[in-house]
């Protein structure tokens, strides 16, 4: 899928590639009547000093992992909100990485990690900027694919473990295999995008539900996972309609909705 080319600059090593689309936002770059697609600015580091996750938890960003932020502009997108957004990234994100690693190894942990047996593969990062023009979303993308992984330091432990794609498949990765993924990720979420956007968005939120990691096991719905807040615990039964996740507790009859946290396999 690799018939668009697509702007993109590469960086040796910046802080944050979320944070530099961030500067673009607020440098006036934009303004109401230039933005002409949905689609935007796109940078990729191959090191970023100062990467961050949700949570505002640091992400580790050494050597050998795709650091790649891209800008979509909300305004172009009709009808689509943010919790579409989070899942047509999830979906186009997977389906990138499986043009390198089989397709039934991938799941989707809700609400946008992608794993692979489990472990985390990579993790998105949705930053939404008020007040610039054309409501952009930040959508930024690192995923482990030769990168040393410290499993101390990188995340909390209450957190998944994590994989690299060099581990799953066993054989070695170069900087072209990064930018080769790079450009199938833009093209798979410029796609998926579109087909959203032309009336096709129950099609993609189906395939989201159907990969989601952890369909019928007991789970616990904290806000955030280290503050031990538990929000709700019982089997998850995937998105309703509105994007949000469902889990039946023990005392209810039907799962109950809820609309953002973070989730643990008990
Ligand atoms: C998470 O799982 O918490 C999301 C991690 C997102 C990391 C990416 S790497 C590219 C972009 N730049 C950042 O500083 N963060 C995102």
Redesign the pocket.
């Known amino acids: 899928m690799n018939d668009i080319v697509f702007a993109l600059t590469v960086l040796r090593e910046t802080?944050?590639?979320?944070?530099d689309l961030k500067a673009v936002l607020t440098s006036n770059i934009t303004s109401d009547a230039g933005i002409l697609n949905f689609h935007g600015y796109s940078e990729l580091?191959f090191v970023?000093t100062?990467?961050?996750?949700?949570?505002e938890?640091v992400?580790d960003?050494r050597y050998g992992?795709?650091?790649?932020?891209t800008l979509l502009f909300m305004q172009k997108l009709g009808q689509l909100n943010l919790t579409a957004v989070v899942i047509i990234s999830s979906l186009s994100v997977m389906e990138a990485i499986e043009q390198f690693c089989g397709k039934e190894i991938l799941k989707i942990k809700w609400p946008?990690?992608i794993t692979a047996y489990g472990k985390?593969l990579?993790?998105?990062?949705l930053q939404t900027i008020a007040g610039s023009p054309g409501t952009p979303v930040i959508i930024?993308?690192?995923v482990n694919v030769f990168n040393e992984i410290n499993k101390n330091k990188l995340r909390d432990s209450a957190i998944l473990e994590p994989i690299t794609l060099k581990e799953i498949t066993s054989r070695n990765y170069f900087e072209s295999d990064i930018i080769t993924l790079s450009n199938e990720i833009l093209s798979r979420l410029n796609y998926n995008f579109k087909k959203a956007d032309n009336g096709h968005y129950d099609e993609i939120f189906s395939k989201y539900n159907s990969r989601l990691l952890y369909t019928g096991e007991k789970i616990e719905l904290f806000n955030r996972i280290e503050d031990g807040e538990k929000i709700a615990e019982g089997i998850f039964y995937g998105l309703d309609k509105n994007g949000f996740i469902l889990i039946k507790s023990e005392n209810l009859s039907e799962p109950a909705a809820y609309p953002s946290g973070e989730i643990k396999k008990i």
């Open positions: 802080g944050s590639t979320n944070d580091a970023q100062a990467g961050h996750g949700r949570f938890r992400w960003s992992g795709l650091y790649l932020s946008n990690d985390k990579c993790g998105i990062l930024g993308i690192g």
